[in-house]
């Protein structure tokens, strides 16, 4: 009898790791979507440090970023 669920439910197992698989793989690239934009800020911040961009191209491409990482992260509706 154990063999017979075995077969009947090995699609399920089956489509269960393909739904599984796809799941990992877009955390990993959201993950590394958000590294790169947390990449691309420090840069900016030293872009203005050292004075190659001014304040208002500063600001300007730090709200693009950080809106940008804001709609990547999870909205956490508990709060």
């Known amino acids: ?3 017979i669920d075995d077969l009947l439910t090995a699609p399920f197992r089956g489509i269960f790791w393909i739904f599984k698989e796809v799941y ?3 955390q990993e690239e959201q993950a590394g979507a958000s590294e ?3 990449t691309e800020l420090s840069e900016l911040y030293m872009r203005l440090e050292t004075g ?3 304040e208002k191209e500063f600001d300007a491409r730090e709200k693009i970023l ?3 990482l804001d709609l990547m ?3 956490d509706a508990s709060q």
Do not use: G, H
């Open 52 to 54: 190659q961009i001014t």
């Open 66 to 68: 950080l809106d940008r």
């Open 24 to 26: 990992n793989a877009a």
């Open 36 to 38: 790169a934009i947390t």
């Open 73 to 75: 992260q999870p909205s």
């Open 1 to 3: 009898m154990l063999i």
